[in-house]
């Protein structure tokens, strides 16, 4: 039986940890002029997926 590629794509956005998966917040890529400083300031940083994405992320990242 062949291995399970890893989704490309996936593997750019999501990174494996001890406790899950670590993510970026989404709208943060351009037309941020309009946004306040706060909310700007608030999507800085990193989240953690979602009990209910895992199972899909881990079988993007070929983690089965």
Request: aromatic share 4%; charged share 30%; glycine share 4%.
């Amino acid at each position: 039986m062949p291995k399970m590629k890893t989704k490309s794509g996936a593997s750019k956005r999501f990174k494996k940890t001890a406790n899950g998966f670590k993510r970026k917040n989404a709208f943060k890529s351009h037309i941020l002029t309009k946004m306040t400083t706060k909310r700007k300031r608030n999507l800085r940083g990193v989240q953690m997926v979602s009990a209910a994405d895992k199972p899909l992320v881990a079988r993007m990242l070929a983690q089965i």
